[in-house]
Every structure is written in C-alpha cells, then in structure tokens.
C-alpha cells in the first residue's frame, strides 16, 4: 500500500511539473543562478589565496659573496645552510651567471651593455638565494642567517622583504576577513531567494491543495508531491550548474595561466579534488531550503 501510495506521488510530482513547465524552468533558473553565485564567489576566494601563495614562495633572501672568494669555500657555506629547518632551498648563483642574468634583463638597453662592454671586467659578485621553508618562521631564518659569521660574506639582503611580508600578511587577514562577511551576506540572500522562489511556485497551487483537503486527502500526500518536486528542482539545478561552472572554469583557465605564469594552477583541478564536498554541501542545503519552503508554503494553504 505504501509503495502504491508513493508511486503516486511520484506520478503527481512529475505531472506537475510538467503541467507548470514554465514555473519549474523559473525555479530551477534561480537555483543555478544562486548556486552559480555561490561557486563564483568561491573561486574568486581561491584565486586570490593562491595569488598571495604565488607572492609568498617569490620571497626569497640573498647573501652577497665577495667577488674573489674560492668556490668551493661558498657551496660549503651553501651546504651550511641548507641544513637549517627553516630554509627550503638555497641556490647558488655564480659571477658569470650573475653576468648572464643581467646581460638578458637588459637586453633592450644598449646602454647598459655597451658600459658593460667597456668596463672590461665583470662587476657582479656571487650569491646565495635562500627561499625560506615556512613564511611563518621568516623572522627564525633571519635570527639564524644574522649569526653566521663568515667573512666571505659581503652583504646581506633582509629588510626589503621583511616590509613587504608584513603587508602581505596584513592583506592577507583583511581579505579572509571581508571575504567571510561577504560570503555569509551572499550566502543568506541566496538562501532568501530558492526559499521565496519555492513558496512562490507552491502559491500557484493555493486552490488545488484546498481541494485535495477537502475531499479527504492526508497530510503526507498532500505534502509529499511537493517536497519530491522540490527535490528534483534541486537535482536539475547542482547538475546543471555542475556542467555551468566547469564550462566557466575551463574559459577562464587560459587567463588563469597568463596572470599565474610559471606557476602550476589550475582552478579545476580544485574543484575536482573538493567536488563531492562542494556540490554535495551545494546540493544538502539546497534541498533542505527547498523542502523546508515547501513544507510552510503547504501547511499554510492546506489549512481549511
């Protein structure tokens, strides 16, 4: 009897929206756009993390060598401190190198390289580049580099990065902070949207469930249509919104790689690692906003 019984709510669902088919493709337009909304947001959150990322791993410390040390005294001082926990990598960059990497920088400015050529010698001195392990331990690797005494050491390049650290990490906190109060806003009026599109669509059908009431039809068949037909609004919505946003993603991946050049990001791949957490979250509170609407829309218009 029970399945009978839900058989025909399946039926009833189905007939309805087909009936309404103009109200369903409504209410299911709103639904993508909402979720659309939501993802949107939420990709602008991850490519602004990643481009602070990208800033963080460009932050590196330079130690200047002077220019007639022995190489082989300068890769054990490399090797001396690519032993510290805080340092990730340390690479040495040597005069003629040095020399090479100018030469190309300046490629363009025949000015330059023709006061290169007359100086007859090359100005550049050797180098160590340090990139730290963890930014957070920044300021340890410092304290640590600062106790090297060494003389083949000949400066030392810290502050610069110091400052700018320091302003990446107070952007980095207002941008967490705004993006939270914002998400939650969007977040809210999306949920205010599918709630008020679901009772709006249950409000075309006023009459007919006062009927049903009349006529001795039980709560739950009354109900159960329209939580089914909330149901599927909400599946059609996650999956075309699924095929959508992907559909973006891969349009907007070519500019992605051109602003993040020599770095492997790939928004997609994000979303595919976090699919079923993203868009099965998407698809939960979606549908209990939606059953929930339904559920006040019908107790209010049943009521006779």
């Given at each position: 009897?029970?399945?009978?019984?839900?058989?025909?709510?399946i039926k009833f669902s189905l007939q309805d929206i087909g009936r309404n088919v103009w109200l369903s493709l409504v209410t299911i337009v709103i639904l993508i756009?909402?979720?659309?909304?939501?993802?949107?947001?939420?990709?602008?959150?991850?490519?602004?993390?990643?481009?602070?990322?990208?800033?963080?791993?460009?932050?590196?410390?330079?130690?200047?060598?002077?220019?007639?040390?022995?190489?082989?005294?300068?890769?054990?001082?490399?090797?001396?401190?690519?032993?510290?926990?805080?340092?990730?990598?340390?690479?040495?960059?040597?005069?003629?190198?040095?020399?090479?990497?100018?030469?190309?920088?300046?490629?363009?400015?025949?000015?330059?390289?023709?006061?290169?050529?007359?100086?007859?010698?090359?100005?550049?001195?050797?180098?160590?580049?340090?990139?730290?392990?963890?930014?957070?331990?920044?300021?340890?690797?410092?304290?640590?580099?600062?106790?090297?005494?060494?003389?083949?050491?000949?400066?030392?390049?810290?502050?610069?990065?110091?400052?700018?650290?320091?302003?990446?990490?107070?952007?980095?906190?207002?941008?967490?902070?705004?993006?939270?109060?914002?998400?939650?806003?969007?977040?809210?009026?999306?949920?205010?949207?599918?709630?008020?599109?679901?009772?709006?669509?249950?409000?075309?059908?006023?009459?007919?469930?006062?009927?049903?009431?009349?006529?001795?039809?039980?709560?739950?068949?009354?109900?159960?249509?329209?939580?089914?037909?909330?149901?599927?609004y909400t599946l059609i919505g996650v999956l075309a919104i699924i095929v959508l946003f992907y559909l973006f993603l891969s349009l907007l991946q070519p500019y992605?790689?051109?602003?993040?050049?020599?770095?492997?990001?790939?928004?997609?791949?994000?979303?595919?690692?976090?699919?079923?957490?993203?868009?099965?979250?998407?698809?939960?509170?979606?549908?209990?906003?939606?059953?929930?609407?339904?559920?006040?829309?019908?107790?209010?218009?049943?009521?006779?």
């Amino acid at each position: 009897m029970f399945l009978l019984s839900f058989a025909r709510v399946i039926k009833f669902s189905l007939q309805d929206i087909g009936r309404n088919v103009w109200l369903s493709l409504v209410t299911i337009v709103i639904l993508i756009l909402a979720l659309f909304s939501v993802n949107l947001l939420l990709a602008v959150k991850i490519i602004g993390s990643t481009a602070i990322n990208v800033v963080k791993e460009k932050i590196d410390v330079s130690l200047y060598i002077k220019s007639d040390t022995e190489e082989n005294k300068i890769l054990a001082l490399k090797t001396k401190i690519s032993s510290f926990t805080q340092v990730k990598e340390v690479k040495y960059i040597s005069k003629q190198t040095a020399l090479e990497n100018f030469k190309q920088k300046h490629k363009n400015d025949s000015e330059i390289l023709q006061a290169l050529i007359e100086l007859g010698k090359n100005p550049l001195s050797p180098s160590l580049i340090i990139k730290p392990q963890n930014m957070d331990q920044y300021d340890e690797l410092i304290a640590s580099l600062n106790k090297i005494d060494d003389d083949i050491i000949e400066s030392r390049n810290f502050d610069n990065y110091k400052t700018m650290l320091t302003k990446i990490n107070s952007i980095t906190d207002k941008i967490g902070e705004v993006g939270l109060f914002i998400s939650i806003i969007f977040i809210f009026i999306t949920l205010l949207v599918i709630y008020n599109t679901i009772r709006m669509a249950i409000y075309t059908h006023r009459v007919e469930i006062k009927i049903m009431k009349l006529v001795g039809a039980s709560n739950w068949f009354i109900r159960a249509p329209y939580f089914i037909s909330s149901l599927i609004y909400t599946l059609i919505g996650v999956l075309a919104i699924i095929v959508l946003f992907y559909l973006f993603l891969s349009l907007l991946q070519p500019y992605l790689e051109v602003f993040f050049i020599d770095y492997d990001f790939n928004i997609s791949t994000y979303f595919n690692t976090h699919f079923w957490t993203i868009f099965g979250l998407e698809f939960l509170i979606a549908a209990i906003v939606n059953v929930l609407a339904s559920m006040i829309a019908v107790n209010k218009y049943s009521k006779v």
